[in-house]
């Protein structure tokens, strides 16, 4: 009895939630979203907005968080100006310099600016400023397909080539050899109420490489070896460190417990 | 051309040396760290040495002076998902055998 107790929490907890939610899948204009705001506030600048969605159509999340040096974690990188204008972290890429679809990508950060200048600061350091974003949501993801709770569907998007993100850097990424095919396998799952995880590796490790997993998120290869419930997912630990903050919300238990039970 | 390069290479070779240890590190990560993708089908000893190799690349990132410290602090972090990296797929090596 006890034992069907735990094995339904998790269940309940789901349910619970989206009940709390109902109708309120994760925005997915906000989903993603990590507000900046280290130093900001104290040197008199709006924080700053950094939209998952913008970012991850344009590059793999390999190339930020393991070669541009992003920490997984929102706020742990404490990026700030200096940093920006060294060239590291959003300075890897706006520098003033580098291209990218045929286009010069703006600088981070400037010690000196002009007038005309400072509508750029504004391009980053947008929050609570209206209309200040030259990209937009609604006309950037026109062309992405929709899926479940009409967030984008970036698995779709990759499969149709809708997006090609990069997954080298000039300068600061290392040239990796191939990756080797790496084997989708299944997770058993411990509830009745849903099937087994098929989880595909090879969509993984396109997107992630191998280093942003293991051994950091993921200590084992021996299948078993390690068990997450539900309740250690959604408190963000292993698939949970994606899922729910920038991946797919763990509400759409379908995408990972593929098949009827 | 070539009498330039002869007269250079007479003239400034300290110079030319300096640039190259500067950048050496760096070819060194990229030459260790470029392999990950492929460290499952590394044998234990080459999964040793490619970790021993990161072992005598962090004090040489470690030394970087102030004026790089923010390369120092990226590459140190890099360095040592990659050396984990062959770490893991080391353990995972020796628990297959």
Known sequence: MVRKVFTLLPLLLCLQAMFVTAGNFPDPQSFGLVILKNYSPRAGVAPVIFDHWLHRSLFTCRLCHLDVGFAMEAGETKINAALNMQGVYC????????TIGGKTIFAACAEQFSEEEVKRCARCHSWKKQGVREITFDAFTKKLPVGLGKNIDWEKAGEEGVIKPLD???????????LQAQQD???ASEADWASDVIFSHKKHALWNGCALCHPGIYASTKAGTVKYSMLQIFEGESCGVCHDKVAFSLFFCQKCHRNPV | MLVLQFVCSLVLPGLGNTAFASDDWKNEFNTVCGQTQNALAFSVDELKDLIARCDE??????KLDDSQATERKVFLQRLKMCRDFYAFALGTKVDQQ
């Open chain 1, 91 to 98: 300075g890897a890429c706006h520098d003033g310099k580098k």
């Open chain 1, 185 to 187: 396998f299944s997770i």
């Open chain 2, 57 to 62: 690349l962090k004090p040489r990132i470690k």
């Open chain 1, 168 to 178: 080298f850097l000039e300068g600061i990424s290392v040239q990796y050899d191939t």
